[in-house]
């Protein structure tokens, strides 16, 4: 019992990394049906710069905020420069982000070195409770504490806000919007900066959480993120953070019991997903 | 017709390198040279295969490296393990033709219905279990070590060697030419043009891509198999998301639908990788040329479309109507 508890408590926490990565990636995909295959390089650059603000500043707080800002930035340029100039041809689109994929993941080896980093979570996170037979481990958490901090945000972003609302109608028409005065480009804009933080803000957090980070990461928590995306539903909020955490758990769940397995469930869920519900979970 | 039409015409240069190509081991006797241009070879018909599917077709996958790795796994186990003769070279590569022919229909079959942005996702997910399958099955792949084989004696010589590749090329050239000007073939490009009018034609467009899907996958598994011949060595390598993107990258610079782009972007890719390679002792930066590779290849994307032979076309057009 106590090993499943603890199995649980990584899987939600792993899911709450993988859903920080997929939120953005849901939401740039429903509004304007651009797949980011880029998407994942920001996690790695989050962690990757994340850390460096950290090892400098000493200040875990200073390297998540440095991480969001780098992601912010790059979701910025990315956005502006590569991914508005191919809009509406999805062929180039996917083309040019997985080309970005591996620019950015061969820079990283280029300003961070190729080895991997070993990275430890600040002292007032690194300890652990033990609450009956049950060891709490502070940082996995203050991790699920971030990714349920962040749901709510956009939750209450996408339902109370007028950019929110703005969001929420592109996904249903995007025309409309625009004829209705409104320049969803730029609202596309600030959502593909604010997927991008919240990719690159994951991806901080990971570094501690797995103890070590490589240039990789991008890549496989990238492909991770597509198929919670998948199995939710594209441009679902709420279908992705059920599918991150059903990931999460199961990934926990096979990692103990049938490690071999523990990529191919994922992938297989996903098939059958594809195959019997294309929409996805929650998808429309 | 004017007296100069013999320049404007594709044939008489592809004629003139291909001569040159053959003569080429009589005249120079570097071994270097020889090994490269045979690489060449070798994935020009890899970087072919993928045309069909994103030139011809359409269609974008990140998983066709699949193909590619079984192709080199079979005839590498089947000389390995068997015995190293011809005969055994050419039974692996029936077996080759069988299992891509089995693995890309399934995958067609299952995945082509879904929207492009699915197919990319789902294949480049597969071709991961692939990878992640060789690297779990140590007893039979070495794992990334990998393991060396010997070689039919008939291409044991390097020059030998090199003439079965070049006419390896030269023969799946004609062959997938035959295959896109064929019926199918313009069907294929019609879905690529437009897939509603296409159906609404009356053709099944589903049907139709998954032929291209096993053709392509064919011709990448017999590109894997002449790999794994050429290189006497096999790794779990051959399943790495950068061979699909090697591919990618030498069919848009080469140009998409033109098929011959594909040789062409191949010859310039390790052309380029090699130089870098070696300037990769001047500079360390150079270590990274994925970077530059890859912002080639977003360049080639945004602002090149049509790559070299679409952009040589067009030329000629325009010159020889001029």
Known sequence: ?284 | MRTTNWLFSSRFWMGLIVLALVCFPFVSGSRGALILLTQIFVYAVFAMSYDILLGYTGIISFGHVMFFGIGAYTTALFLDRWEHTFLSFLVSLAVVLLLTGIVSYLIGALTLRLKSHFYAMLTLAVSGLFLVLAEKWRDVTKGSDGFTFQIPDLLRDRTSLYFAALAFMLVMYLLLKRFTESPVGKVLQAIRENEQRTESLGYQVLHYKIIASVVAGLAAGLSGSMYAIALRFVNTAVFGINVTLDALLMTIIGGVGTLVGGVVGAAMILLVHAGLTDLAKVHWIFERWMVFFGALYILAVMFFPQGIVGTLRQWRTKLGKG
């Open chain 1, 1 to 284: 019992m106590d090993v499943l508890l603890n199995l649980a408590i990584n899987g939600i926490a792993t899911g709450s990394l993988i859903f920080l990565l997929a939120a953005g990636l849901t939401l740039i995909f429903g509004l304007m049906h651009v797949l980011n295959f880029a998407h994942g390089a920001l996690f790695a650059w989050g962690a990757y710069f994340g850390v460096w603000m950290y090892a400098n500043t000493g200040s875990f707080l200073a390297g998540i905020l440095g991480a969001i800002v780098i992601g912010g930035l790059f979701g910025w340029l990315l956005e502006r420069f590569f991914v508005q100039p191919v809009y509406g041809n999805a062929m180039a689109q996917i083309q040019v982000t997985m080309g970005l994929l591996l620019v950015l993941n061969e820079l990283i080896k280029v300003f961070f070195g190729p080895n991997q980093l070993s990275v430890q979570a600040p002292e007032y996170l690194d300890e652990s409770w033990l609450v009956g037979s049950v060891v709490l481990i502070k940082y996995r958490l203050f991790v699920i504490a971030v990714g349920v901090l962040v749901f709510l945000g956009l939750q209450y972003m996408l339902k109370r806000t007028r950019l929110g609302l703005i969001v929420r109608a592109g996904v249903m028409n995007k025309e409309m919007v625009q004829a209705l005065g409104i320049n969803i480009k730029k609202v596309f804009l600030h959502v593909f900066m604010l997927g991008a933080g919240m990719a690159a803000l994951g991806g901080m957090l990971f570094a501690p959480y797995a103890g070590v980070i490589h240039a990789d990461i991008g890549m496989d928590y990238g492909i991770l993120a597509f198929i919670v995306v998948v199995i939710g539903g594209m441009g679902s909020i709420v279908g992705s953070a059920l599918a991150a955490l059903l990931v999460g758990v199961l990934g926990a769940l096979m990692a103990f019991y049938v490690p071999s397995l523990s990529l191919a469930v994922n992938m297989l869920l996903m098939f059958a997903v594809l195959l019997f519900r294309p929409a996805g979970l929650l998808g429309r």
